[in-house]
Nanobody, 126 residues
């Protein structure tokens, strides 16, 4: 079992940056694909970014490509989401998630993940 705890959320003005962290417990963290999702009030939970267990493959939603970067440090059991050039539409609760490794899976859907964190609020003011 994997437990996930997000941190790094907060309030920032449009154009600013934030770095989210997700600390994982469990010895098998390095074997999981990791992802970030976000959910704005009244909306569904949307895919943001994913990274393979080896960090060799990353995927991004079109809305964040070129602005957000996902990375992981398996030695620290931590996955990161660097968010630059933030926009008001990036305001949401951000969740990290861990998914069991499946070859060829893009991990862009919430039902492909097994474990979820509690979320961290990101608010971008214009």
């Amino acid at each position: 079992q994997v437990q996930l705890v997000e941190s790094g959320g907060g309030s920032v003005q449009a154009g600013g940056s934030l770095r989210l962290s997700c600390a994982a417990s469990g010895r098998t963290f390095s074997s999981y694909a990791m992802g970030w999702f976000r959910q704005a009030p009244g909306k569904e939970r949307d895919f943001v970014a994913a990274i393979s267990w080896s960090a060799g493959i990353t995927y991004y939603a079109d809305s964040v490509k070129g602005r957000f970067t996902i990375s992981r440090d398996n030695a620290k059991n931590t996955v990161y989401l660097q968010m630059n050039s933030l926009k008001s539409e990036d305001t949401a609760v951000y969740y990290c998630a861990a998914g069991s490794p499946v070859f060829g899976r893009r991990y862009a859907q919430a039902n492909q993940y097994d474990y979820w964190g509690q979320g961290t609020q990101v608010t971008v003011s214009s």
